[in-house]
Protein backbone atom coordinates (compact mmCIF):
# COMPACT_ATOMS: atom_id res chain seq x y z
CA UNK A 1 0.00 0.00 0.00
CA UNK A 2 2.47 2.43 1.09
CA UNK A 3 5.82 1.33 -0.74
CA UNK A 4 6.02 3.19 -3.64
CA UNK A 5 8.34 2.18 -5.35
CA UNK A 6 10.75 4.33 -7.67
CA UNK A 7 10.05 5.81 -10.93
CA UNK A 8 6.33 6.14 -10.37
CA UNK A 9 6.39 9.63 -8.53
CA UNK A 10 6.76 13.67 -9.52
CA UNK A 11 10.19 15.10 -8.50
CA UNK A 12 8.05 17.93 -6.52
CA UNK A 13 6.13 15.44 -4.94
CA UNK A 14 9.40 13.25 -3.99
CA UNK A 15 11.01 16.54 -2.84
CA UNK A 16 7.98 17.07 -0.75
CA UNK A 17 7.85 14.04 1.10
CA UNK A 18 11.57 13.97 1.59
CA UNK A 19 11.14 17.31 3.44
CA UNK A 20 8.66 16.26 5.29
CA UNK A 21 10.10 12.99 6.40
CA UNK A 22 13.13 14.71 7.77
CA UNK A 23 11.56 17.31 9.83
CA UNK A 24 9.02 14.22 10.99
CA UNK A 25 12.60 12.19 11.97
CA UNK A 26 14.35 15.34 13.37
CA UNK A 27 11.42 15.86 15.84
CA UNK A 28 11.03 12.06 16.57
CA UNK A 29 14.74 11.77 17.46
CA UNK A 30 14.59 14.78 19.73
CA UNK A 31 11.81 14.14 21.42
CA UNK A 32 11.99 10.58 21.91
CA UNK A 33 12.71 9.42 25.69
CA UNK A 34 16.48 7.48 25.94
CA UNK A 35 14.31 4.34 27.97
CA UNK A 36 12.04 3.83 24.85
CA UNK A 37 14.84 3.30 21.97
CA UNK A 38 13.91 -0.44 22.52
CA UNK A 39 10.19 0.04 22.16
CA UNK A 40 10.75 1.45 19.13
CA UNK A 41 13.14 -0.93 17.36
CA UNK A 42 10.67 -3.89 18.43
CA UNK A 43 7.99 -1.74 16.66
CA UNK A 44 10.55 -0.89 13.78
CA UNK A 45 11.25 -4.69 13.35
CA UNK A 46 7.84 -6.00 14.24
CA UNK A 47 6.53 -3.26 11.11
CA UNK A 48 9.62 -4.38 8.79
CA UNK A 49 8.75 -8.34 8.97
CA UNK A 50 4.58 -7.78 8.64
CA UNK A 51 4.48 -5.39 5.72
CA UNK A 52 6.99 -7.58 3.87
CA UNK A 53 3.88 -9.75 2.94
CA UNK A 54 1.69 -7.62 0.67
CA UNK A 55 -0.57 -8.05 -2.20
CA UNK A 56 0.48 -5.82 -4.95
CA UNK A 57 -2.00 -3.66 -6.55
CA UNK A 58 -0.94 -1.46 -10.09
CA UNK A 59 2.34 0.77 -8.49
CA UNK A 60 1.55 0.35 -5.63
CA UNK A 61 0.70 -2.95 -2.43
CA UNK A 62 -1.69 -3.71 0.19
CA UNK A 63 -0.30 -4.78 3.69
CA UNK A 64 -0.42 -4.34 7.32
CA UNK A 65 0.56 -0.58 8.64
CA UNK A 66 0.41 -0.89 12.23
CA UNK A 67 0.66 3.06 12.27
CA UNK A 68 -1.90 3.77 14.90
CA UNK A 69 -0.76 1.03 16.62
CA UNK A 70 2.80 2.53 16.80
CA UNK A 71 1.24 5.94 17.07
CA UNK A 72 -0.38 5.05 19.99
CA UNK A 73 3.20 2.95 21.63
CA UNK A 74 5.70 6.32 20.17
CA UNK A 75 3.80 9.20 19.11
CA UNK A 76 6.01 11.31 16.77
CA UNK A 77 8.78 8.60 17.48
CA UNK A 78 7.35 6.58 14.76
CA UNK A 79 9.08 8.30 12.01
CA UNK A 80 12.68 7.09 12.68
CA UNK A 81 10.85 3.56 13.56
CA UNK A 82 9.31 3.49 9.74
CA UNK A 83 12.07 5.25 8.40
CA UNK A 84 14.76 2.60 9.25
CA UNK A 85 12.34 -0.64 9.11
CA UNK A 86 11.86 1.08 5.21
CA UNK A 87 15.38 2.23 3.95
CA UNK A 88 16.11 -1.54 5.33
CA UNK A 89 13.42 -3.49 2.67
CA UNK A 90 14.51 -1.53 0.28
CA UNK A 91 18.21 -2.05 0.48
CA UNK A 92 17.83 -5.57 1.28
CA UNK A 93 14.72 -6.68 -1.03
CA UNK A 94 13.95 -3.89 -3.44
CA UNK A 95 11.12 -3.28 -1.63
CA UNK A 96 9.68 0.38 -1.93
CA UNK A 97 12.18 2.67 -2.99
CA UNK A 98 15.45 4.50 -2.36
CA UNK A 99 13.91 8.18 -3.67
CA UNK A 100 10.31 7.33 -2.78
CA UNK A 101 11.51 6.48 1.03
CA UNK A 102 10.74 9.89 2.21
CA UNK A 103 6.96 9.90 0.96
CA UNK A 104 6.83 6.65 1.66
CA UNK A 105 7.90 7.42 5.36
CA UNK A 106 5.11 10.19 5.57
CA UNK A 107 2.52 8.03 4.22
CA UNK A 108 2.69 5.84 7.12
CA UNK A 109 4.08 7.61 9.80
CA UNK A 110 1.94 10.97 9.77
CA UNK A 111 -1.46 9.63 10.03
CA UNK A 112 -0.13 7.68 12.97
CA UNK A 113 1.54 10.12 14.40
CA UNK A 114 -1.47 12.48 14.38
CA UNK A 115 -3.59 9.33 15.65
CA UNK A 116 -1.24 8.75 18.51
CA UNK A 117 -0.82 12.51 19.97
CA UNK A 118 -4.69 12.70 19.47
CA UNK A 119 -6.38 9.33 21.26
CA UNK A 120 -3.08 8.40 22.89
CA UNK A 121 -3.21 9.97 26.04
CA UNK A 122 -6.99 9.83 26.02
CA UNK A 123 -6.32 5.81 25.80
CA UNK A 124 -3.65 5.85 28.84
CA UNK A 125 -6.21 7.28 31.22
CA UNK A 126 -8.27 4.19 30.35
CA UNK A 127 -8.60 1.61 33.18
CA UNK A 128 -11.16 -1.03 31.19
CA UNK A 129 -9.30 -3.18 29.02
CA UNK A 130 -12.37 -3.07 26.22
CA UNK A 131 -12.40 0.64 26.29
CA UNK A 132 -8.79 1.72 25.89
CA UNK A 133 -8.54 -1.36 22.80
CA UNK A 134 -12.00 0.41 21.25
CA UNK A 135 -10.02 4.12 21.39
CA UNK A 136 -7.31 2.59 19.43
CA UNK A 137 -8.96 0.53 17.18
CA UNK A 138 -10.94 3.29 15.70
CA UNK A 139 -7.29 5.20 15.59
CA UNK A 140 -5.85 2.28 13.92
CA UNK A 141 -8.26 2.59 11.37
CA UNK A 142 -8.80 6.19 11.20
CA UNK A 143 -4.71 5.91 10.48
CA UNK A 144 -5.14 3.55 7.72
CA UNK A 145 -7.52 5.66 5.62
CA UNK A 146 -5.04 8.84 6.32
CA UNK A 147 -2.66 6.04 4.65
CA UNK A 148 -4.91 5.55 1.80
CA UNK A 149 -5.39 9.26 1.31
CA UNK A 150 -1.95 10.63 1.43
CA UNK A 151 -0.75 7.50 -1.11
CA UNK A 152 -3.27 8.41 -3.68
CA UNK A 153 -2.58 11.83 -3.68
CA UNK A 154 0.77 11.28 -4.02
CA UNK A 155 -0.07 9.40 -7.17
CA UNK A 156 -2.78 11.51 -8.71
CA UNK A 157 0.11 14.61 -8.03
CA UNK A 158 2.29 12.88 -9.83
CA UNK A 159 0.18 11.72 -12.64
CA UNK A 160 -3.29 11.59 -13.46
CA UNK A 161 -3.17 8.35 -15.04
CA UNK A 162 -2.92 6.72 -11.93
CA UNK A 163 -6.20 8.27 -10.88
CA UNK A 164 -7.65 4.22 -11.24
CA UNK A 165 -5.15 2.83 -9.31
CA UNK A 166 -5.73 4.99 -6.77
CA UNK A 167 -9.28 4.28 -6.75
CA UNK A 168 -8.61 0.56 -6.56
CA UNK A 169 -6.41 1.08 -3.69
CA UNK A 170 -8.94 3.16 -1.58
CA UNK A 171 -11.39 -0.04 -2.19
CA UNK A 172 -8.76 -2.00 -0.29
CA UNK A 173 -8.57 0.21 2.69
CA UNK A 174 -11.57 -0.71 4.68
CA UNK A 175 -11.26 -4.55 4.95
CA UNK A 176 -7.55 -3.56 5.95
CA UNK A 177 -8.51 -0.84 8.38
CA UNK A 178 -10.92 -3.43 9.86
CA UNK A 179 -8.00 -6.11 10.18
CA UNK A 180 -5.68 -2.94 11.98
CA UNK A 181 -8.48 -2.18 13.89
CA UNK A 182 -8.93 -5.80 15.76
CA UNK A 183 -5.30 -6.30 15.76
CA UNK A 184 -4.18 -2.79 17.71
CA UNK A 185 -7.55 -3.08 19.75
CA UNK A 186 -6.62 -6.57 21.11
CA UNK A 187 -2.76 -5.61 21.58
CA UNK A 188 -3.52 -2.27 23.14
CA UNK A 189 -6.56 -4.11 25.22
CA UNK A 190 -4.56 -6.70 26.93
CA UNK A 191 -1.14 -4.26 27.93
CA UNK A 192 -3.94 -2.32 29.49
CA UNK A 193 -4.87 -5.52 31.40
CA UNK A 194 -1.73 -6.65 31.95
CA UNK A 195 1.04 -3.82 31.53
CA UNK A 196 -0.39 -0.36 31.48
CA UNK A 197 3.33 0.77 31.97
CA UNK A 198 3.76 -0.46 28.44
CA UNK A 199 1.72 2.14 27.34
CA UNK A 200 3.65 4.63 28.94
CA UNK A 201 4.34 7.59 26.71
CA UNK A 202 7.74 6.98 25.01
CA UNK A 203 8.58 11.16 24.79
CA UNK A 204 10.34 12.88 27.06
CA UNK A 205 7.08 16.09 27.12
CA UNK A 206 4.60 15.47 29.67
CA UNK A 207 1.28 14.66 28.72
CA UNK A 208 -1.57 17.17 30.30
Avoid: C
Amino acid sequence: MAHIPDGVLSLPVLLGGGALAAAGVGLGLRALDDRAIPRVALLSAVFFATSLLSIPVGPSSVHLLLGGLMGVLLGVGIFPAVLVALALQAVLFGFGGLTTLGVNTVNIALPGAVVGLALGPLIRRQTRPGRAGALAGAGAAAAVFGTGALVAGALWLSAPEYTPVARVLLVTYLPLALVEAAVTAIVVGFLTRVEPAALAPALKMRET
